[in-house]
């Protein structure tokens, strides 16, 4: 039996060693109470947050640590258990000054009656070792330590997701495989440590290259891609095996255009070790879902795509459908003519007409291209534009183009039809090309036309694309007096904004209000509406697709300042045009 005194001391005793034990913890501990005072506090909190004993007990972690961590913390958890990671750089506060600390807190409600709250603890730990350790085995396991792309699982991982948002946009997601082809040659030859610098030299110029910005196809699937990091989408999954995704692709036909730059990648030698080595790869494609639906069946068609890109002789590309290779032989077809028809001169400008809607004079003209090849036949302007923005040999072909029509241009006006305005058309990549201000300079004064009767036509779309960009391309032309037109209006986005933004003198309604027009019903409303706004900014309004004399009527009716169409004349040849001004001129 114990006396008294002898439970008394043995209480005390335990508290003591209590007390011990818990000071002799790694981890910071405390006990808050519900007004949330510090009750007890270790050595090893305090020592970790350098504070002393007497600023901390008995006040609030409100007094201590103010406000925000205390509501960050405590304030409306104190009913329940949680575990919270924090990251802090308070050089005060953890153990290792300046330096980013994870922090793992976990508080502990204490119940001393039956059901309420009296303390909390809260037991607090370093854990920056453990996190980097994870990073770095999750890098181990995601990334290749070599290229330090994502390998195999996370290039799955990666491609799973984009399926799954595949189906619900209901659009395609193009898997490309890559080979290098004769790889092991290399090794062979020059050793592994050359094979390995290669191929990191082959991941960066992918990576490089593979940008959201470069891969110009269309541009609002550019925009889709761009909002994704596409970052990850290129990934190393074996030896010399790449794998690159393209997610959300609207139409598959764009791939062919990447596949042949990313061979171009591959003329340039590479630079190992002091000298220059050449290398080719080889492209299988495929697509979700038409080539597959789950992560295994595609890769191993686009594998399989691959070998057929192998057997074709390497250092090219193969898609595992036959059809998509069809299509991508005519295009490279027409591609090939097409280049060939930029250095022979081919393409031609037809010229439009636009009149004045209130006494029907002739008062511009519209510059188009028009091309017509022995075995295609007449390519289709449309077709053809975006050919050349995917290819990029828009950037020639728009030069001559713009040099072309000031050309002929310049010749009408000393004709006497000096009136005259010349609209010739911009694409998105022209338009942001960086040398273009400069080569409209060099049209203008290599012929000497007259920048204020240039109108330049650029769609909102291209406007869209970079907005800042756009706005400051639109000033530095209109510095150099040129005009500028917005193309295609209504379109795309029709966003007032736009004609807030950007100083333009024209706008072009597309013909898809005009043509076929109910002019009694909406579209006549939206198109009287769209007119009242260009006059009241000043903005000369001109309709496009005018194939009716009633359309014409009605025009006139809500004050349109310029109309073009089939009803007046189609595109016209410069021998035809020039014609047309000549009876023109007759008429004044
Ligand atoms: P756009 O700039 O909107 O040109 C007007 C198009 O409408 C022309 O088609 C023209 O032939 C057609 N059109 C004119 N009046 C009528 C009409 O009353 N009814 C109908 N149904 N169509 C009419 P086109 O020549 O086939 O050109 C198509 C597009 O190709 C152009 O659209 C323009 O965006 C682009 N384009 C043409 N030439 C060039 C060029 O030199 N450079 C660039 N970057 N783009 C060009
Ligand atoms: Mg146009
Ligand atoms: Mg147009």
Request: proline letters at 2%; hydrophobic letters at 35%.
């Amino acid at each position: 039996m114990h006396s008294n005194e002898t439970l008394h001391k043995d209480h005390y005793d335990e508290f003591r060693l209590y007390k011990m034990m818990v000071n002799a913890s790694l981890d910071s501990i405390t006990l808050i109470d519900r007004n949330y005072t510090y009750r007890i506090v270790t050595d090893a909190y305090l020592n970790a947050r350098e504070i002393k004993k007497d600023r901390i007990l008995n006040r609030s972690v409100e007094d201590v640590w103010g406000k925000e961590a205390f509501h960050n913390a405590i304030k409306g958890n104190l009913d329940r258990c949680f575990r919270g990671e924090n990251v802090t750089t308070r050089a005060s506060y953890e153990f290792r000054k300046n330096e980013i600390n994870y922090i793992e807190t976990i508080y502990t409600p204490c119940f001393t009656s039956d059901s309420e709250v009296s303390y909390v603890a809260v037991i607090s730990r370093n854990i920056t070792e453990l996190k980097k350790s994870q990073d770095k085995i999750a890098f181990l396991a995601y990334y290749d330590s070599l290229t330090n792309l994502p390998s195999r699982p996370l290039f799955l991982d990666l491609l799973n997701r984009e399926i799954s948002s595949a189906k619900r946009t209901g659009k395609s997601v193009a898997i490309f495989f890559f080979d290098l082809d004769e790889f092991k040659k290399i090794n062979d030859s020059f050793g592994h440590s050359a094979g390995d610098n290669l191929l990191i030299s082959v991941g960066k110029r992918l990576k490089n290259y593979l940008r959201p910005s470069d891969i110009i196809g269309r541009v609002d699937w550019l925009i889709d891609l761009d909002q994704k990091h596409t970052d990850n989408y290129l990934a190393r999954i074996g030896g010399d095996e790449f794998t690159f995704i393209i997610p959300d692709i609207s139409d598959k036909k764009y791939t062919t255009g990447i596949a042949e730059r990313i061979l171009g990648l591959f003329e340039e030698p590479f630079q190992i070790t002091g000298r220059e080595i050449f290398i080719s790869t080889s492209i299988g494609i495929a697509f979700y879902p038409d080539d597959g639906n789950d992560v295994e069946t595609l890769l191993k068609n686009a594998d399989t795509a691959m070998y057929k890109a192998k057997e074709a002789g390497k250092n090219t590309f193969r898609y595992y459908s036959s059809d998509m290779n069809e299509k991508a032989k005519e295009r490279m077809t027409i591609e090939n003519k097409m280049r060939y028809a930029i250095k022979n001169n081919e393409f031609q400008l037809y010229y439009q007409p636009q009149y004045y809607v209130e006494n029907s004079q002739l008062g511009g003209m519209e510059a188009l291209i028009r091309w017509e090849d022995d075995e295609l036949g007449f390519v289709s302007p449309a077709n053809l534009i975006q050919l050349a923005e995917e290819t990029g040999m828009i950037i020639d072909i728009g030069e001559w183009a713009i040099h072309s029509a000031c050309r002929q241009g310049k010749i009408w006006h000393e004709k006497g039809f000096n009136y005259i305005k010349l609209g010739v058309n911009l694409s998105v990549r022209q338009f942001y090309d960086l040398k273009l201000v400069d080569k409209i300079r060099s049209a203008l004064d290599s012929t000497r036309f007259d920048p204020s009767f240039l109108e330049l036509e650029i769609t909102e779309t291209a406007m869209m694309f970079d907005t800042q960009r756009a706005i400051a391309i639109v000033d530095e032309l209109k510095e150099m007096k040129v005009k500028i037109a917005l193309d295609d209006f209504g379109t795309g986005y029709s966003s007032l904004v736009h004609l807030k933004l950007f100083h333009i003198d024209k706008l072009k309604i597309d013909q898809v209000f005009i043509r076929n027009a109910d002019f009694d019903g909406r579209d006549g409303a939206i198109i009287s509406s769209i007119i009242d706004m260009c006059h009241k900014l000043n903005i000369e309004a001109v309709a496009e697709g005018v194939e009716t004399k009633e359309s014409l009527d009605f025009l006139k009716k809500i004050n349109c300042h310029m109309a073009q169409g089939f009803y007046f004349s189609p595109p016209l040849s410069t021998e035809r045009f020039e014609n047309l001004l000549m009876g023109q001129s007759r008429r004044f």
